[in-house]
Each structure stands twice: as structure tokens, then as C-alpha cells.
């Protein structure tokens, strides 16, 4: 377009400080033979979700967002400068539900079968999405999962089939992982049922409650998980759901709540756990862009991803 | 319905997890002789708001916000199981603001008199409402009064006669309770007017003020308050406003504000206060879920319900 | 409640106006046996929308809407009367949508073959739902459509499946109705593609653009088809697809756009069709209430059907 | 503020062309001894209201509304230069309703025995106050009244007291106007009961309902009403509930719905009426500015008003 | 990506139909040597708005509003199948308002330059980019000037400089255009004032006011206008400020209010309008996407494009 | 108004409490010869801002915040007594965004130059305005300048002029202050660019990272400060940007994000360092009205003034 004075792509004539690099900068689409620290692929489906959810708008909506970042930590005077590859969205159909799930599978399990990063990035995408990307990362390796989330997504799967609630149980029930290889971290009250409670500890799920992470401290949990996780599995893998929040930190979660984690100690926690190099995997789900409060769970959402390759970076 | 293949009454055509017990499942409307735990009565008035209010739609939007919750608590691990006795809520001619007034006192009255229930549950409303639940509760007993609150609510009635700004006021000067039965928790700077703080003095209400709540803790105040009410009066009532909470806690009250408590305290709190066989009733006033984002405010009040419920049970 | 003085039932404590009957309360949940002039059946399924769609809260939000409006017509001088069974919403699975719109036409088909009503409203959802709708209602008779809509809703079923643009699609291909029943009203340019268009053609489905209706008027048209249909049908079944109005007046259509018919032609229309003797069945789609503004769409929803229950008794 | 360079008074630091004299710039606080050809105050009461409404925002919406317009009408080639003096609001006790509802008669009374002004804007509010400000410009005088609503306002006061359902029964009932001298407008399907179209009938009121005004129109109605009033009373006011409009105009109404009018018709017909020298006041009531779109319907008040002040000036 | 199962490119992984071009389809950036149809070009400029407004959201509002319309017109029966070349925004500096002005000359006078266009699209932005678009379209031609606009923007420009509120006072001053050449259509009361009416006069501007439009209809007025003006200019450049039309169908114009166009007026009138060969040029103007309901006003804007594009297919 | 009963002034005929303070009661437009402890002027420019920024209303959305606070403290059991002289607002043109930011220089310097009051409060206003108010501030004096900020504001001025991201480094650039009298607390990881870090490294301008904040305590990095400015400086300036908050605090401001201050701690520092005596001027920038929610980040922004004043008397 230099013909021409001043004009620029369309939706691309803003301000540029020529100092800066924009975090969204880091995304890379991928072709073939590029390596990289870091991969990332979107997983836009929500409809298995129990409730109305337009989480399958957080691709895009994280994506975004990561333009309200830098690249440049001045806490540990660094830059963030690996590229992240960006292996695209699985495709949705509008009707096929389980195809999705799926499709999401044999798509990821693609995609890391390039080897082209050593971590990655997978943006949900409800939190049923997890199930199909943990099956496509796991392969034949044992794979450890430290969970986030406010409930234990472990509901049985007669009551509306594979939905949002059931990812790790479902884990389970096909032998991807085992009960002591998953870990669930901010467990709330008057949030789940009993029954699932009981199922976590029959299958030697280890669980840690709101109030167990206000007693020992993120961290305290963390170190032990990981090291506990990292004797028995070859991998672990982080699933972030963003309701793990408290409902004044994460307005933008299908299932808001209080009672939640603070974002400062999620982020400590993301920061501590991608030290790590056992930990190669992270989701984030459960983010509804359409009603959330100005992007503030997808701008949440985008530093987390920062914090991780920050932490990986500082290994 | 059950002749016909799928059909589900009007609005329930729901996902239903056979394990899961919503927390609104243990709402029980009253039939006569019924006897239980908990009983429950909404009231919605909001016009002697000195304010635009709508917290006459809270009693719906809290029950509605029960749904949002399930009955078990992980952390301690145990099921609410006892029901909660529905009283219904009390008609509101919309022009006799007094009338109204007075219908709460008579219809508590007789709602109370039952003895149906052993705690109880008011949900308002704005504050005003709590002058007629308290006058109704007391009966002929001396009550104690815990008062969650960013304001004192010990206006004159001169100025725009018995308005949310004066249910404690008229209380004292009504002599259904004494000032040193009252004990105001989450007072606010530059919320109040002198006067009326002198007023409390004077009163010999007790008041802790935020800075308070910061130092001392809120465990700390309550086990010293209810013990110095439980000596002195035959039964501990506590009036929840939610306004007490910042507002990034709280952001459907009508008199939002910074420098308020946060909501881990007052669930923390309630759970205390609520171990204490004296406490037996609690109202929760000033939420206007027309001005709240996505009901995060009635989500709490539920919270708030189900923490006392917690504390009644593990008592 | 009768023993307490001014308690009502939960959300109930509202004004009442002994002379004025609200439509809703013609709403009479059905038991075995009941026969009256209209029934209704809610469907809300709005997952196999192409875009993200919330209209499976429709069929309550429209049921709420009626409470905004009284019985009485003073433009005929005349108050509806006749009740309007409801047989409640079918069952959605939150993960099988074919499932569903299997279970929409056994569940239909279970209510219509009741013969309680003469005339019948289904409740959607989004316009997939039709398609088992119709379905249902055909049973053995040859049933007439009219439809009024933006869209064709004849788009190929392979890209997507069975969505909420193929429902006349599939009734063509599936024999339930031919191309010389189905009467399309409303046909938007720049909102449908050339193939689609002469799909309809090849069918010898009758095409009546939104430039047909400002020219010929609506009672016109639905005049002329009403009088052709009911030659070579048994029966003619309304499909309203509210996005066939302009934006401006149903902004909660998941598709609005400019360039739409006003919504005193629709409710002309719908009054003048109703009429009809052979027109027994109306469904409205395609509203989703989570994006409206106050509910309008909902509102007018329930408007239509009023005015369908003014034209059957005016009959 | 002279002295300071660039410094306006707080809020006035604003966009200000030499040439352009805003609407609202014609008001001009009333002092002792000040005449001239309009008077205006504000009545910001709407607890009476049935429904939740903020209609006590609008006096001043609608005078900040009057910013956005000029005082220059080029359809008739002049400019209002004529100022409207503002007699300010009618002060309201948050919990007295029936006693601010005399002090509205009593305030106006002693606004309009001024005689400042020869026609007079009051600004609601709800319906309510129209009865007071009626009964207050009445004084011994007979008053005709052409009423521009979608409901009778004829509602019995026994169920639930003087609300904005009933100012016209209770001008009829106190004998303040007869039956034959109110005239209504506008009056919709579905939205009265049958009982007060009867009532309305027995007492003589006139009833045009929307589908006279689509088939009379505007302006035959009015000619024909004014005349007819002209006759038999001393002066008209007109009340303009501007829930007459389609909820597509009008969308801050607490009582929207569709079927309405459409706001050119009413605009049209406020011009053509306010050429009659009988037609001294005009209540614009029934706006709730915290629930429109950026403040539309208070917008089209104020374009009522202009065009009232055009049609006077224009006489 | 197809080395990946199911992987679409970041944010693509849209349902598609197959036979449907979507009319953001036709877009197609520039390289040279380039011919088409129409051109387009978008000036993200509203900082020069006497009010708030983010305008220059609009060009990116309406490009993505092209996705929610097909190319098809049924009721041409006719596929749109031009390309739209797209040379995309005109950078804009933060803080240098004037410089930006200068700087859409220039890029507007290569874009055009180009000749790369028979018909010019330009989207705004505030009206103040009219004086750039419409000085850098005239190059030495002599330019016709159609504006629809419920102002006359002829502002002096001593108060304020050159805002939206003058760009054809900036164009007559300039010379750029002279008064005879200019025709303003849909100017509203109280919403201009006196002084830039008789300066409109005075410079021999032909003034159009929304009274005239009800009367002889858009066609009448058009078709009269572009001969005259064909008789006298070389080429006719039409300007379409959006807030011609009433608020209840262009909601997002920083300037709403009651009284104006309706939308299917002004499609018919740019249909009508384009078929016109002299009609070389439309820019869209005064859309705050970020005020709008549901982009609605964005949406009526690509409509107006395609009924642009109809009509110069269709010639 | 006396001469009538009822009448209040228009906007005012609000509840009054007879013993109450409003906050907004202290405001007093200057008149000469004034003085008091406090003065007050408004700066409504946003339109340099690098994003859409609508502080230009702050203002006066801090002014009207006021009203929803009183005067008194009851943690220290003081009233605020003392008046806040209100110079009103800078005039500011549409167009010419580096005359107003001359003008803001212009119009401080006069106000200033009163010398009639301490201590002054200038409310933005994007940050840019600080460059102006800080050089108006220092006139010969040396300043030093601690600045609340989750960005340095040390871009270069060749990428966009003189935006609300450099007013520091112009400060600098033009020596108004010297690196080593500027303190900058609150600084955020993934907000700034390395290039700025080291700039302000190497003018010797202390940092303290949010990471910092939460290690060292606000009371302790301020003590510090402002002991190490108070040697080397004549007086000292807060400039308090709100988006060092995190956004669940201030989610008003343009360019919020997570890992910010919480309110208490900003509320805590503003407290602390106004006790001392060379602290006589802070600014509030970055809040942008027209988004916020609920106008919590304008209550937060009273606050704080009032915290700064409760410093003051309380010295
Ligand atoms: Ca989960
Ligand atoms: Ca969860
Ligand atoms: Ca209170
Ligand atoms: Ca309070
Ligand atoms: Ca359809
Ligand atoms: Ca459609
Ligand atoms: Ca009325
Ligand atoms: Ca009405
Ligand atoms: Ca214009
Ligand atoms: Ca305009
Ligand atoms: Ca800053
Ligand atoms: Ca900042």
C-alpha cells in the first residue's frame, strides 16, 4: 500500500509507538517446519455446555486481548521475544456436537504431533473442550492434570451426556488418566454435589478446597502437586477454569459465583507452576465474552498466557 | 404430564443431574403444622428507599439465586439437608407506604408465632424493613441486634418520615430495643453524618467501623459482640446490608461505595455468628438486582443464606 | 396462606386489580381430559442455530410477556375467554441436539394427537424447530405453511446439518410438505443466496419479497395464499419468524437487519390470517430474549398471539 | 471567572456557537412580577406507580433533553424567542405518596394563580400527578381534557389506592371534569380491561383507540375533540402518557408495548392542537430515563414541547 | 493449514454454506493495476466532533456488518458479483486534528487517483471528512454535492475550528464546491439554527427539509436535484450523515432524535439515486459503533452500500 | 422561590437530611479574594488520549460523586469543614488539541497564582493534562512528582505527539522536572515497553513495580519517597492515574487490566501522604465516565479526594 500516503490495511491505521511490541505481536501463523517455544490453537465450541454459553467467542476474544499487553515484564526485566505459533481454530459444526468433540481430538492431536513448540497454549472453548485436548496431548505418555476450577466436573454422563460438567470424569471412565493423576485446586462450596465429592475421593482425586488455599497458600499447593504429579506422570497439563474466580474478578464465566480465588493469586499460581518443565500444557475454558463486563475475563485470561511464558522463560 | 413422550411443565425442561440437589430444592412452602429448621418470608418494599430503589424485586432474585447453588459443602463435607419453610412474601399496596410498614409487623407476627421454623430467614426490601421484622421478632423478647452496615441508619424521622435511613432509629425510640443491644459492624467513613454517630454514642450502640473490621478481624468482633448481647438480651438477630460490602463486592446495592468490606469477610462472618444457638434470625436488605450486574449481588445473598444454614448445622 | 395476615405466595405480593384479567392467567397447565379452543407447547431449542442463539429462553420469556397484557379487545369489544392449554416445554438434552429434534416431533406429536385444542402455538426456539413441528402436525394430512421471514431457511443441509436455515429444506426433501404448500413472506434481499432462491423457484414454492408486501399489502397477499393453500391442503400451518420485521421493531431476533416489515403489518396480517378457518397452528421462532432490549421482542411475541386468539373467536 | 484565562464555570467548559440558541437556554428561573407565553415545572413523583418506575428522573431529563435542540424551526421559518419560565419541582417526601400528592395540587395551584404564564408544561412523573395538576389548573374553571395514552387510567382506587391507573377515574369521581369532558387517544387492544372501557362508556368519556387513529388519523380526531371541548368547557389541557407511542419510539416507558403510535403522529398532532388558543396546558408524563436508550423518549418530550411552543407561536 | 485436521485459521472456523457469498466476500485490498466497480476507502476521523464520539470505530463497524448480508438481491433477482477494491483507512495521528484532516486529502487524492474505481465508497468518521473527501473527489472537476443530514453543517468555524458541524461551509468558503451545487435533504427542526438557514440561503443552497420529504417523497426530490445538478456539475458526490434518519432507526448517530427519516426512505432513495451515472461517490457518515444497540446503525449503513451497488448494477 | 408552596429550584426537590454534610457542600465557586485550605479545578481533555477516551467528563462525574458522600469521618470522629474553592473547568475547542493543552498551562498558572488555597485538586482529564498541570504547578519551584500509574507515560512524542502516554517524558524533555524527582509506583508488568523502562532508568526516576507494592507495603515506598523528594524538592504533586488500580476496582478507566492496586491500598497511601506538609496538589486522571459501571471509578476518585483532605486537617 506505500503508493499511497498514508493509508494503511483496513482496521490497521492506529497509533504505533515504534518501542513497543504488542503481546498479540508474539502469534505467528503456522507453517510448516517452524519450531518455537510456544503453540496455541482456539477450540471455539460451547454448546455442550448445561447452560446458555458463548464461550466459543473466547478464541478470538483472548486472542484480542493479548493486544491490550506488552511483551516486557519490568518485574523481572525481561522481554518476552519467542514467537507463539498459532495453529488456528478446530473447525465447529453447528448441529454435530459429539463430531466436535471429536474433531477436537484428532485436530489437536495433529497439531501436536508437529512437535513445533514445547508448551501449549489451547483456548476454550467451554470446559468440555478439555476432555478431547487432554486425550490429543496425553498419546501414549502418562499425563498429570492440575485442574482450576470452582466445581469437579466429574457429573456422570447419563444426565445430558458429555457436557461441561463431565470432562474429567470422562477422563477417568476411558482410562486416559487416573484418579491420582488429577489434581483439582479451588474447590468451592454449595457448588457441587455431594455425590461427585465422594466419587473424587473413591478415585483417589486429590482435591483442595477455597478454604484450603486461603490456609496453605497457592504456591504451598503447587509445589506439592507438581512434585508429587511429576514422580508418577511424564507430563502435566494445566486446565484454567476461569471460574475458579471469584465472581468480582471474572465477570465473564458462564457460572459466576463468590467465594472464588483472587486473580493475584491465580496469576502467582500460574507464574510458580510454569517454573516447571514437566508442566508443557495449558487450557483456559469457561470464558463468555458476551457477558462479560469489557473483556475484563479475556484481558485476565491474556495475562495468565503472559505469566506462563514468563514463568517458562525464567526456568 | 407423564402421557406424553418429553414434556416438561413450563420452564423446566431443564438439565437435571440426578446427583446434584440445587439449593432452592429446599424451599418448602408453609402448609399448616409443618415444622423444620429454617423458615423464610420475602418482603418486598423498597418505596421508603430515600433513593431510586428496586430492591423490592431481591426476595424473587435471591430464591432465584439459590439455584446457582448446590446443597453441599465440600469444606466441611457435609449436605444441607433440612428444608427451608416458605412463607411467601407479604403484599405491598403501591401507594400506603406506612401500610405496608405495618403489614410486615403483623404478618411476621403470625409468621413467626407458628414457632414453625428455628431460624429465620427476612429477605427485604430495603432497610426500612427491618424495623417491622425486628418489632416483629421480638415480640415480647429482648432482642439483640448485629447490624452489618456502611451507614448507621439512625436518621431523624422528620426528614422523609421512616425511611431506609432510620430503621434503627425508630427502633430505639420506640423502645423495642435498647442502644446497648445494638451493634453496628462496617461503619464507613464519610458515609455517615456526625450527628449521627454522636447519636449512637449517646445511645450506647456499640460501633465498629471498617478501619475496625480491618484491625480487629471480624471473628474477633462478633465473638466479643455476641457474647456482651447474649448476656443481655434472649435472642441475637442479624441485619444484613449488603452495602457494608465494597463495591466491587457488592455492585447491586443502591448505595455502592468504595472502602467496604470484601465478601470473603462477610461470608466468613456469618458463618460464625451463625454457630451461636442465640442468633436465630437474619434479614438481608438493599439489593436492587435491576442495577446489579449479572446478579452478582443476589448470588452472594444466597451465599450468605447457605453460610448461615452451614454454621446452624455444624452448631 | 389464608391463616396469615398479607402473606402471599413467593413472588406473588404484587398488584392485583379485581376488574382486570392478565393473558397469562389463560395459560391452564393441562390434566387428562381438558379440551379448549388454543394449546401451547414450548420448544426451547436454539443450539442448532448457525450463530450463537439464546432463543431457548423464548418460550418462558414470551409466557412472562403475556403478563403484560389484559384479555380485553376494545377494538372488537370483546374480552378472550377461552383458556389456553399448556402442555409445557419439551425436554432438551444439553449435548444431543438430532436427538432433540427427534424428541420435539414425539413429544408434538403425543400433544397434538390429544385433539384438546382446535387451534395450536408452539413456542420456539429457533426456526429448526419447525421443521419437527410441522412434522408433527402434518401426521397423515397435507399441510399448507405460510412463513414469514427474512430468510428461505431451504439452505443445503450438508454444510452444518440440520440448522436453523433448513427446516423448509428438509420438509421438501423429507416429502412432509411439497413445494406448492409452503407460501414464503417477507423474503429479504442481501439476506438469502441466488441458490436458495431458485431452489424455491424449482420447488414451486410461492416467494413474496419484502417489496411484494409494501407493494401488494399483506392482507392481500395472505388473502390470495390462504385461498390457494386451502384448495390443495387439509390444513395451513403459520410459521413466524419474528426476524421478518425490521430491526427496529424486534431488536432480540438473533438476524435483524434493516429493510423488514413494521410490526402493524404483522399483526395485521396474523389478525387477518387467523381468521381462516383452515390456519389451526402458529409457531414463533427466532427470538432470543438474552439480547433484546426490555423484552420488545417478546412483547410483540406475545401481541401475535393475541391477536391470532382475536381473529379465531372473531371468526 | 474573568480573571482566569479560559476558565469556565464547572460543567460549562463546552462547545459553544455564537450563532446557535439552544432550547433549553429559553429557560429562565421564575422571579416575582415575571410574564411571559410559557410556564413550566416539574413534578417528580412516581412511587404511586403500579409498576417499578424512575419517572421522578424525567424533569429533568427532559429539560436536559432540551440541550440537544435549537430554538429554530425551519419548516415554519422562525425562532422560539419567547422564554419558558421555570418554576422549578414540587418537593417530595420519600415515604408520604398521598401527601406529596396534595402538596403537587397546592404547589401548581399557587404556580398557576401567578398567571405568569399563559400556557403551562408540567413535567411528570407518573400518570398519578396528572390528577393533581388538573385539579390544580382547574380552579373553579371547566376543564376539557384530550389525553394521549394506550390505557384508560380509569382503574378502581380500592385495589391498591391513587396510582397511576386511576388519576381520570378520580377526576371523575371528585367531580373535577365530567365524562364528556375527557377525551382519549390512542387507547390500545389488550392493554385495559373491559370493565373501565365500560366505565369509560357510562361516563360519557370519548375513546379513540389506535386503529380510529390509523383510520381517522391525528388530526381529524384532535380538530373534532377541540372543537367539541371548546364548547363546553373553559380551557383544554392535554396529558400526554407517552406510552401512546409503539414501544419502538418511545422504549423508556415503564409500560412499553407494540401497537402504538408512531412518534411523527403524535408530534403532528401536538402542532396542530396547540393552535388552539383553549389549549392552555399540556403534562407529559409516564418517562423513566433510567431505563431508555440514551434517553430517546426524553428526547421526543422535548421535541413535544417544541412543537407545542411552535403551534402556539404560530397561532 | 490442511496439512491439520478440521484447523481453519484463527477466527475462521465459522460455519460456511457453500452457496452463499457473503457481501463482505466482494471486498478485495488493493495491489496494483487493479480495476472494479467500486472502491472503498475508510477515515477513522471523529475527534473533530463537537461531541463525544467514536466514529472512527464506524469503517471496521461497517466492513463487519458486510458479513451479515448476502450479495443477492431477490427482488432484482440479481447477484451482486463486483468487487469492492479496498485501499483501506487513512492513518490518523492522536493529536494532530488539522494535520489528519490534510492527510485525507492526500490519501483520498492518490486513492482516487488511481482511477481504479467508476464508483467511490468512503467511509467516515465524523461529517468533517466530507471537506476531504468531497475537496480531494473534485481534484479540477466541478463536483455536485447530495447531503442527507438533518443538519446544514455550516457552522462558522471561529467557534471551534473545523468540527463536523462545517464541513460544506468549510467547502463553500474554500470554493471547493459552490452553494447552487449543494442539496441538502431531511433538515430538521429545532435541530439548526436560524443564522446557517439564511446562510444557506444566501450562498444558494438547495435545503430540503424532512416536512418536504413526507410531502413529495424522496424520489420526487432526488430526481429533481441530480438533473439539476447534472446540468450544472461534472459528477455528483452524495454524503450521507445517518442521523437524517429518526433515532428509532439509526440509534448509534452521535446526534439522535425524534422526527426523522425512516430507513426504508432512505434505501429507497439511494436505490433511486444510483442508477444515476453522475452519481460517482457516497461517503457514510456519524456512526458511534460504540453507542449503537447490536451495531444496528452499522448494519443500515452496509445496506445502504449494497442498495448503492444494486443501483449502478442496475442501471 | 419561597412565595410558593413546595417549590425547590428544578433537580432539587430531593430528600434533604437536616444534620447531614453532602461532600459536594464544601464546593464554592471562587470569587476574588477568597481563600481556604482547598481549591479545585477541572480539566475536561481527552481527546489526546492513544484509545477512545470520554474522560473529558470526569469532571464533572467526580463533582456529582461527591453528593454520594458526606463530610464526616468517623474513624478520626472529624468533620471536613473547610471549603473547596471550585475554579470550574478549562475551556477546551473541539479542534485544536495542543492549544487546549496551552491553555490548560494558561489557565492553571492564573488559578494557581491566587495563591487562595493550600492545597489544590485538579481532576482530568486524560493523563496528558498532568504535563500541563505540573509545568503551570512548578513555575520557578522545584516539584517533585509521585505518580500512581500502572504505565510510565515516557513514550517518545514522534509516535503521536504529545498523548496521554507521555506527559512525564515531556516533563523531562522540557526540564519542568528532573528524572530524580519523579517516583512512579504501581508500574505493571505487560503494560509498558522495555524501551521505557530503561529510559526511565537512565534519568534516574524511581520506579516501584505493583510487585514491589505488594512486597514493601504502599505506606512504606511512600514514606520513603517522600522523604527522599522532600530534601531535593520545593513541593510535591500526586498525580494519581486510576489504572493502577486493577480493574475490578476501577473498571472505569480506559485502559484497564488485572495485577493492579486494590482500592484500600490506594485510599491507605493517598491518606498517608497527605499528612505531609510539602504534598499540596494531586491530580485524578483516567477515568472514563461514559463506561464505567455504575460510576464506580468516579466514587473511588471522591474518595480519594476525600482521604487526601481527611490527611490534610488531620496533620
Ligand atoms: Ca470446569
Ligand atoms: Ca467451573
Ligand atoms: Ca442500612
Ligand atoms: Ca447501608
Ligand atoms: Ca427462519
Ligand atoms: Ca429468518
Ligand atoms: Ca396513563
Ligand atoms: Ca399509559
Ligand atoms: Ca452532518
Ligand atoms: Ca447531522
Ligand atoms: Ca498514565
Ligand atoms: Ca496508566
Same mark, same amino acid.
Given at each position: ?144 492434570? #492440575? ?37 483439582? #485446586? ?45 514422580? #508418577? ?36 499460581? #500460574? ?45
Amino acid at each position: 500500500m506505500s503508493e499511497f500516503r498514508h493509508m494503511m490495511p483496513a482496521g490497521k491505521a492506529l497509533f504505533k509507538d515504534r518501542h513497543t511490541t504488542k503481546a498479540n505481536d508474539l502469534l505467528q501463523s503456522y507453517t510448516s517446519g517452524m519450531e518455537n517455544e510456544f503453540g496455541m490453537a482456539g477450540v471455539p465450541l460451547s454448546k455442550p455446555s448445561i447452560s446458555h454459553s458463548g464461550a466459543s467467542f473466547a478464541p478470538s476474544a483472548i486472542r484480542e486481548a493479548l493486544k491490550s499487553f506488552t511483551t516486557y515484564s519490568g518485574e523481572e526485566g525481561m522481554d518476552l521475544t519467542e514467537r507463539i505459533i498459532d495453529f488456528g481454530d478446530i473447525y465447529m459444526s453447528p448441529t454435530d456436537i459429539i463430531g466436535n468433540q471429536e474433531r477436537i481430538v484428532e485436530g489437536l492431536t495433529d497439531v501436536f504431533a508437529t512437535k513445533a513448540a514445547k508448551n501449549w497454549l489451547v483456548l476454550g472453548g467451554d470446559h468440555s473442550i478439555s476432555y478431547s485436548s487432554i486425550k490429543a496431548f496425553a498419546g501414549g505418555k502418562k499425563v498429570g492434570v #492440575i485442574q482450576f476450577d470452582a466445581h469437579h466436573d466429574l457429573r456422570n454422563t447419563e444426565d445430558g451426556g458429555p457436557t461441561n460438567g463431565t470432562p474429567f470424569r470422562r477422563l477417568l471412565e476411558d482410562n486416559i488418566i487416573k484418579g491420582e493423576h488429577l489434581s483439582q #485446586i479451588g474447590i468451592r462450596d454449595f457448588t457441587n454435589a455431594a455425590a461427585y465429592d465422594r466419587y473424587a475421593s473413591e478415585q483417589g482425586v486429590t482435591v483442595y478446597t477455597m478454604a484450603d488455599v486461603d490456609r496453605l497458600t497457592i504456591t504451598k499447593i503447587l509445589d506439592e502437586e507438581i512434585q508429587r504429579l511429576a514422580e #508418577i506422570t511424564d507430563v502435566i497439563y494445566l486446565s484454567v477454569d476461569m471460574d475458579v474466580l471469584d465472581q468480582a474478578f471474572a465477570p465473564g464465566c458462564p457460572a459466576i459465583g463468590p467465594g472464588g480465588m483472587d486473580s493475584k493469586t491465580l496469576l502467582k499460581g #500460574i507464574l510458580f507452576a510454569s517454573h516447571y518443565e514437566k508442566i508443557q500444557a495449558m487450557d483456559i475454558v469457561e470464558i463468555d465474552p458476551s457477558i462479560d463486563f469489557r473483556n475484563m475475563t479475556s484481558r485476565l485470561a491474556a495475562y495468565v498466557i503472559l505469566q506462563f511464558m514468563k514463568g517458562k522463560k525464567n526456568r
